[in-house]
């Protein structure tokens, strides 16, 4: 058995791992004693340890703060996956003996959320009121890399082809269209012809670059043979564009359930403007091999319900 086995297998500890995560996520000595309630030389100490356990330097430390290195990003995901699994076993055990099925978590961009995530939690709820499910926004770029290491259980969102991975499995549900959206009182939501080019100069809060529908609606501007907005804020948070749509005020553009629900709540306005365009289905994204704990099935099987009832 090599150095690194016994070390993964016998020597590491909870507090180790605890102490590599905060490490990583704080980036610095004093805000990890203070997380942590341990006295700052103690944190030193028991990095040093860590690192005699391995023969390797996993934290560069300068006056900055601390950087992991290429070893430490190694051993730092090791831990979250470990510290995921214990979290996610105790949770369980808990709700079994509080008469609950358990606890999940799932990552969720804003198209999922209104129409298929949260009448799914409702369902849950109706079968499970014990169950607790957590929610974390967010666009692939953050979720994934928390799916991989066992953080979330599963992930809502568009099947954007551009992150398909051997080690993903993805699930469609349904299409979802895109609309151009802006608050109540801006100049254009009473329009009853807006064209693409009255929307070509003026301020726009959009999706970020590497998004599907960014480039997408792009398109939609060369083909009327216009320049795309250069006015713009980029953004993945739905509070972000409705803020933007609000104060400066903004156009947006949204998946079309999402408008319609907070267009109900006279939030905002569709505009009677067709967009011709076709985007990844939304669906569902989990981890390949890893199994499903009872309270990530019942959301799973309260999601196609919710998709195929809509």
């Not at 700052?40 to 996993?58: C, D, N, R």
């Not at 606890?103 to 298929?116: D, E, F, I, K, N």
């Not at 100049?187 to 480039?215: D, F, N, Q």
Request: with cysteine; aromatic share 6%.
């Amino acid at each position: 058995m090599s150095q690194i086995d016994r070390v993964l297998r016998s020597n590491l500890k909870l507090r180790h791992l605890q102490l590599l995560v905060a490490l990583d996520e704080f980036r610095h000595l004093g805000r990890v004693s203070e997380f942590l309630s341990i006295t700052q030389p103690a944190v030193s100490k028991m990095l040093a340890e860590i690192e005699k356990m391995f023969a390797l330097q996993l934290f560069v430390r300068s006056t900055r703060g601390t950087e992991p290195t290429p070893s430490g990003v190694t051993v730092v995901r090791f831990a979250r996956s470990v510290l995921a699994d214990y979290q996610r076993t105790r949770d369980e055990i808990d709700a079994t003996a509080s008469g609950g099925v358990g606890r999940t978590s799932v990552g969720a961009m804003v198209v999922a959320l209104p129409s298929l995530l949260m009448p799914a939690i409702l369902r849950v709820k109706q079968r499970s009121p014990l169950t607790t499910v957590m929610v974390e926004e967010g666009d692939l770029t953050r979720l994934l890399p928390r799916l991989r290491v066992g953080e979330l259980d599963l992930i809502v969102a568009r099947l954007e082809p551009g992150y398909a991975s051997p080690d993903l499995e993805t699930e469609s549900l349904y299409a979802e269209p895109m609309c151009i959206v802006v608050s109540p009182e801006h100049p254009l939501a009473g329009a009853a012809r807006p064209s693409w080019t009255m929307l070509a100069g003026l301020p726009w809060v959009v999706p970020p670059p590497w998004a599907s529908s960014r480039s997408k609606l792009a398109q939609m501007f060369y083909k009327h043979h216009l320049v795309p907005p250069v006015d713009i804020i980029e953004t993945s948070s739905f509070l972000v564009t409705l803020s933007s749509m609000q104060q400066r005020p903004a156009i947006g553009f949204l998946a079309r359930s999402v408008a319609e629900h907070f267009e109900r709540q006279g939030l905002l306005c569709i505009l009677k403007l067709k967009v011709p365009i076709e985007l990844p289905h939304v669906g569902i994204i989990t981890l390949r091999g890893r199994a499903k704990t009872p309270a990530s099935q019942l959301l799973v099987d309260s999601l196609r319900e919710t998709a195929a009832a809509a």
